[in-house]
């Protein structure tokens, strides 16, 4: 009989995740029923759409719309909606991704529906509860019959913390097989088009940077509250990004939402956006910051995923972060990622030395794009197990 997996979407990290997997769920049709679930927690319907179509995902089977909110509203949202969805459709496992907040919300709501759950990309610790996301790992780690880890980093985290070994399933990054599968399309993009395309001003003095080269420029992501919500950490990262940084290269800036709103509230923007070396754009999809990572000269961000793809293409990376869950790509563990948080002058110096640090590509054991078929592997083997729970799972959740 096939085993109905129900894999868990809630924001636009988790498509990069999710992609690989469903697709080596589909090469096993004669063992598996995939039904995909988009709770919705960010969305965005051209990116989302955008995404699934690039990344070859197939249409969500159900969206639960839950929206924007407070970290509390969306969890509740989305418990209340998903649990409709198990109810109804009864899988045999509910495979969670990354640490959104919907991660969290439906491992809770399976596990309280007598349901397995699977997350990938277990075991990852930031070690700072500060941080939302790190509530939801969690808390999903603490639920969940499978951890799958990226790498032995995590899975040092997870024994640490009492998980059982038959739990633990070290099966490399996920993230990386999308990065494999679509690398070629982004390497064959135009840099200068993919900067053009999408310019939030394209009359902008500072599109006069281009034409753009391969290692000719810098690259900035920033959108953690941490680094954007208060003027005292936002504001003299911008005036040394704008004031020294972009003067050594041009400097180009995809703006999350939020950052542009607070840079806006405090006055920050128009100065931005008339200086003549830093191109400001909308968010891009996948194959155009792949794109960016790339060709860039050193990668400036706070996002995790993105430090672990500089890691695996080479870009030496400032990760504007006090702390991060994916350790593995530091320069301590031969990867090529440094953390600075916002104070500028470990940034500066930070960025002196990507400035003189040839690239160096680093894959970490597993990072090799099969992480995807080593999941499905472990879920067709932990069949009998799921079988023999299936017959205890209550109707209705009474």
């Not at 800036?253 to 806006?264: D, F, G, I, M, Y």
């Not at 563990?333 to 640090?357: E, F, I, Q, Y």
């Amino acid at each position: 009989m096939k085993k109905r997996i129900l894999s868990v979407v809630g924001a636009r990290p988790n498509f990069m995740k999710i992609a690989p997997f469903v697709q080596a769920l589909r090469r096993r049709a004669d063992r598996f029923e995939p039904l995909l679930v988009h709770t919705g927690q960010h969305y965005d319907r051209e990116m989302s759409e955008s995404f699934f179509q690039s990344l070859d995902i197939p249409a969500p089977d159900l969206h639960l719309g839950v929206g924007s909110g407070t970290h509390a509203e969306q969890v509740g949202r989305t418990m209340i909606e998903f649990e409709k969805v198990v109810r109804t459709v009864r899988p045999d496992w509910v495979v969670v991704v990354g640490d959104v907040n919907a991660t969290c919300a439906c491992s809770i709501t399976a596990k309280k529906e007598g349901v397995r759950v699977a997350h990938i990309e277990a075991g990852l610790r930031s070690f700072d509860l500060g941080m939302p996301e790190e509530i939801n790992r969690m808390v999903t780690d603490r639920l969940s019959d499978l951890l799958f880890t990226p790498d032995e980093i995590s899975g040092g985290h997870l024994r640490r913390e009492g998980v059982p070994e038959e739990r633990i399933r070290f099966v490399g990054n996920i993230m990386i097989d999308t990065l494999d599968a679509h690398r070629a399309r982004a390497e064959a993009m135009d840099l200068n088009a993919v900067v053009c395309d999408h310019a939030i001003d394209p009359a902008a003095r500072g599109l006069a940077s281009l034409p753009l080269r391969p290692g000719g420029f810098l690259v900035l992501t920033l959108h953690r509250p941490s680094n954007v919500d208060a003027r005292g950490a936002l504001e003299p990262l911008v005036r040394f990004l704008a004031d020294e940084a972009a003067h050594n290269l041009p400097l180009v800036w995809t703006v999350h939402p939020r950052t542009r709103k607070q840079l806006e509230a405090f006055g920050l923007w128009d100065g931005l956006a008339r200086h003549p070396r830093m191109l400001l754009l909308k968010p891009v999809d996948y194959h155009a910051m792949l794109k960016l990572n790339l060709e860039a000269r050193v990668l400036l961000t706070d996002s995790g995923g993105l430090q672990e793809e500089a890691c695996v293409l080479g870009t030496p990376c400032v990760t504007l972060r006090d702390n991060t869950e994916r350790p593995i790509t530091l320069v301590e563990h031969g990867g090529v990622s440094v953390l600075t948080g916002h104070d500028v002058d470990r940034v500066r110096r930070a960025l002196a030395w990507g400035l003189s640090t040839p690239r160096k590509p680093f894959r970490p054991p597993l990072w090799d794009g099969r992480t995807a078929d080593r999941i499905a592997a472990a879920l067709t083997e932990e069949m009998p197990h799921a079988e023999a729970r299936s017959t205890e799972r209550p109707v209705g959740g009474r």
